[in-house]
């Protein structure tokens, strides 16, 4: 498949037999959003429509191995975990993924959907707490944030800003009231941008992160500050 058909998606939602092309399925510590620190098993489908310039994997953008629905759930059912977090890429790029959560949803599993908000997220079972992250200028892709997704967003659900720069935080800043989005949802989170070295094993903090915490206590947002966890104990390492 080439990598344009990976950006859109060619496969039905109509047919699930033709299964997910998936990047990768491991077992690691959840490293962000309100699950942080508590085991989980990633689902990492192939393919996104979008290129932003801090994108820490690349690697799922192509490439992949087409499993059926049957396998995928196999694999999952192999961990001592009952707690999924679908990721990718941009999992919604690939329409049988709602064939998938219908799934684990009927195993009783809980399940994370993190998602860049490019793509409708209507169809998302409610049951799911949805993950999205609000795309700022410095990411480049800021003009597909799909803003009607906010009509489908509920308290259990969840809102990331990545912030690159003071530029970043004023914007996000600015959506944040314009659109009462802590009122929408359960937890709006501000991430510093972090990506490091795989042979980093401690990096440090960077600078931008102290910067935003300080912007942050200074006008008192009704947001939460978020470091990486994965990122502080494995660096960018794939399948942690």
Known sequence: M???????????VTDPEAGLRMTEIFYSLQGEALT????TIFVRLTGCPLRCVYCDTEYAFSGGERQSLETIMATIGSYPCKRVCITGGEPLAQPNAIELIKRLLADDYEISLETAGALSVQNVPPAVSKVMDLKTPSSGESAKNLWSNLDYLTQHDQLKFVIMNRADYDWAKAKLFEYKLDKLVGT???SPMFNVAENDSSPDVPELARELAEWMLADALPVRFQLQLHKIIWADAKGK
Not at 2 to 12: K, M, Q
Not at 36 to 39: A, F, H, T, V, Y
Request: aromatic share 12%; hydrophobic share 45%.
């Open 2 to 12: 080439s990598e344009l058909s990976l950006r859109t998606s060619a496969i039905p």
């Open 36 to 39: 942080s620190g508590l085991p």
């Open 188 to 190: 709006v989170w501000f």
